[in-house]
């Protein structure tokens, strides 16, 4: 969550120059060593510009990786479930692909210090789960899925797949990994009658 105060909106290209740098030392020197006066020296802006839109790394990596994830990702509907899943499937590893690096950093970071691991919990692990706990709802409430299935379980096995192949480098995060992992998901949901 930004913590934007009142006053003049966002200078887009200082936005842009911000988030850039920001991923960039997070790049280099790891998130750890990231504070906002480095922000505001390699974006060229005042350090009261990044204050007055962030209060801490954190807020400016969590917001960008937010947007890319929705952006890459969206809860999309069509009506058929096996379709949505598979398009989501997709979307969220190759978002997973082109942000890997960042997103190992965060992961690792967020085991070492106790003060980022709820932020990065709440702000965007959740919400991505949440994604796909709403499709899978919807899913089950047009009868696409058993009513039996555990979908705690299933939103698990997915992220829980993605993140060991994202974190122990098991095997190339690329569409046929992804077209697999979709279809072991549809074993599991879909009514036997469909299967």
Do not use: C
């Not at 962030?54 to 400016?60: K, Y």
């Not at 917001?63 to 398009?87: H, K, M, S, Y």
Request: hydrophobic letters at 45%.
């Amino acid at each position: 969550m930004t913590a934007r105060g009142p006053g003049r909106p966002r200078s887009e290209s200082a936005r842009r120059a911000i988030i850039k740098a920001t991923l960039g030392l997070v790049d280099e020197l790891g998130y750890g060593a990231v504070t906002m006066e480095g922000i505001a020296r390699r974006a060229e802006v005042s350090k009261q510009t990044v204050y007055r839109w962030w209060s801490s790394p954190m807020e400016i990596v969590l917001e960008t990786i937010n947007q890319g994830a929705e952006r890459a990702a969206p809860l999309v509907e069509t009506d058929v479930f096996e379709d949505d899943l598979r398009t989501f499937v997709r979307r969220s590893v190759d978002g997973a692909h082109n942000s890997a690096k960042l997103l190992v950093a965060l992961m690792a970071e967020a085991q070492r210090n106790p003060g980022l691991a709820p932020s990065f919990r709440h702000e965007f692990l959740e919400r991505r789960r949440a994604v796909l706990h709403e499709l899978l709802a919807r899913a089950r409430s047009r009868g696409a899925i058993d009513h039996g299935v555990d979908t705690n379980l299933v939103v698990e096995m997915f992220f829980g797949t993605l993140w060991y192949r994202l974190l122990a480098h098991s095997g190339p995060l690329d569409h046929d990994f992804a077209d697999e992992l979709a279809g072991a998901l549809l074993a599991l949901t879909l009514r036997p009658e469909r299967t």
